[in-house]
């Protein structure tokens, strides 16, 4: 009676996973199964128990292919090898970041040799940070293009599992990819959701840190010409372990645009639109502390009046100056918020020190912020 209830219940759980489209579930269904062919193995006799035992193995092999073809489609998400045409001319703004990444990233994947000679290596980690919509992603791009290397683009969702160990063996997968070019830059966007400190992560996600201060502490060796470029908006939230040298212990903040990087991105976002003697130094002036998500939306938006006009009554008119202030009226900057909270993180932590640069760029918009909060 035992051995039959196991294998009822155990041909349920198949007809079950047969229904599920999340191969984790199918895979976890497909597994208790096993075990319950596997009991009824051991409480059998003879053909019999061979039998149930044959079912039990058959459906371990087939639940542990299905985890390699899931763990193939999973990291064939990740932009693979491209490389990309976006230069540092296509990107406004940010002279001392792309300066800062010239040194630190292009020059030592495009002459490895000299840097080596000078006893430095050309692989290792980059950490960028700074408010939301700065351009931390296009800088990433960018910086491939420039390079002209591989460029794998990688966001947390692409590796991350509720399943113990699939996450690891994605990662240690993309740096393996990675390892096959000549040179490579690894990006991971949102890095704080894979990189946060291991104290304050599931026990399902603790591996992950592991894995990246295994493989990140193979970079600049022969031969492993591979960058890894970490973008996020809590570097706070970093693992320590992550920050120590040899791994992401190049910091680079990414700050909102200035008067001449706000001029350089609304004439980017206005390029092929049609308008008439926009002035861009007063539209930069008005649009202080705008990041440069901020000034696209705002393009947009003054965009959008003069096309609704024309749908409306059938009269075309080219984008003016005064599209841009009546747009303006609905814009604020958005990065308040985000100073305010680093600010007041930085402060409980003690960690002021640590990112001198939001601490003063908090301190010279201070009056603002308390106005916007």
Known sequence: MEVANSVTYANSLLELAERKENVGDKRALMLEAAELYLKASKNSLGDEAQHYYSIASQLYLKSQQLRENNLEKMTSKIEEGKRPKRKFKDIGGLRKVKESIRMKIIEPLQHPEVFQYFGKKAGGGVLMYGPPGCGKSLIAEATAGEADVAFFNVRASDI???YLGEAEQRLSKLFDDAR???AAIIFFDEFEA?????????SNTKGIVSTLLAEMDGLGNKDQ????????NEPWSID???RRSGRFDTIIFVPPPDLEARKEILKIHMERKPTNCLNYDAIATATENFSGADLKALCEDATDIPLKECLMFKARREITNADFYEALEG???TIYPWFNRAREMLERRGEESMFPEVMAFAAKIGNNMRISA
């Open 194 to 202: 894979l990189g946060t400190d291991r104290t304050r992560q599931a």
């Open 331 to 333: 814009r604020k900057p």
């Open 225 to 232: 010409n591979i960058l890894v470029i970490g973008a996020t």
């Open 180 to 182: 096959k070019e000549k």
């Open 240 to 242: 320590v372990a992550l």
């Open 160 to 162: 991350k599992s509720k």
